[in-house]
């Protein structure tokens, strides 16, 4: 065999395990940085001096930048419609699951995704917006699984369940705002009072 056929290409990873496991190193670290200081801002360069790899191998890995962005944030979302669906199925019911579900996310706030996107979507081609957004509606089914199954059971009124879930997910992003976690102490406190304003309005 040549030198020529055997010569790798550069950033290559040496064995598969080491390849995936370099590859989520990547989309984790772009995910925290992309989170954290939007699309534009983040360069390849900076995402490969976080995670200690090369730009050859974050080519190797992803075709681009838009690549990248969406495999991360498709990833992030996934995620999160994972960690939904553990904890409203552990929980007692829906009102504890839903006030867990918002301890946590008020406890991890990041900019809106819709923020995020409109910053993205002019280096984005319609797939990987798509793609995007299919792993975002992925968490509003699994929130609107569990709401029709308390309308079923008479423990909400009726109601388009993917509205709800779309108006929970909305009423989350008061974590974004960090006065008022000086206003209402502990995420829990929030995470309570958000719940039972969501299921028993302002009446």
Same mark, same amino acid.
């Given at each position: 065999?040549?030198?020529? !056929?055997?010569?790798?290409?550069?950033?290559?990873?040496?064995?598969?395990?080491?390849? =995936?496991?370099?590859?989520?190193? =990547? =989309?984790?670290?772009?995910?925290?940085?992309?989170?954290?200081?939007?699309?534009?801002?983040?360069?390849?360069?900076? =995402?490969?001096? !976080?995670? !200690?790899?090369?730009?050859?191998?974050?080519?190797?890995?992803?075709?681009?930048?838009? #690549?990248?962005?969406?495999?991360?944030?498709?990833?992030?979302?996934?995620?999160?419609?994972?960690?939904?669906?553990?904890?409203?199925?552990?929980?007692?019911?829906?009102?504890?699951?839903?006030?867990?579900?918002?301890?946590?996310?008020?406890?991890?706030?990041?900019?809106?995704? #819709?923020?995020?996107?409109? #910053?993205?979507?002019?280096?984005?081609?319609?797939?990987?917006?798509?793609?995007?957004?299919?792993?975002?509606?992925?968490?509003?089914?699994?929130?609107?699984?569990?709401?029709?199954?308390?309308?079923?059971?008479?423990?909400?009124?009726?109601?388009?369940?993917?509205?709800?879930?779309?108006?929970?997910?909305?009423?989350?992003?008061?974590?974004?705002?960090?006065?008022?976690?000086?206003?209402?102490? !502990?995420?829990?406190?929030?995470?309570?009072?958000?719940?039972?304003?969501?299921?028993?309005?302002?009446?």
């Amino acid at each position: 065999m040549t030198e020529k !056929s055997t010569k790798r290409l550069p950033g290559r990873p040496k064995h598969a395990e080491e390849d =995936i496991s370099i590859q989520q190193t =990547i =989309i984790q670290t772009a995910s925290k940085l992309f989170m954290e200081y939007g699309y534009e801002t983040v360069t390849l360069q900076q =995402i490969g001096k !976080s995670c !200690s790899v090369s730009k050859p191998t974050i080519y190797y890995h992803f075709t681009s930048k838009p #690549e990248l962005f969406k495999v991360a944030f498709t990833t992030m979302l996934q995620n999160v419609s994972r960690l939904t669906s553990h904890m409203l199925d552990q929980a007692e019911d829906l009102e504890s699951g839903l006030v867990c579900l918002a301890e946590a996310r008020l406890g991890n706030p990041h900019a809106e995704i #819709e923020t995020m996107l409109r #910053e993205a979507e002019p280096f984005l081609d319609p797939a990987q917006i798509q793609d995007i957004r299919a792993a975002e509606h992925g968490i509003h089914e699994v929130l609107a699984t569990h709401f029709q199954r308390a309308m079923d059971q008479n423990g909400l009124q009726t109601d388009d369940p993917y509205f709800l879930a779309e108006t929970f997910s909305t009423m989350m992003l008061m974590g974004n705002r960090e006065d008022n976690h000086h206003k209402y102490g !502990s995420n829990l406190s929030l995470g309570k009072k958000l719940v039972d304003l969501f299921l028993r309005g302002a009446q």
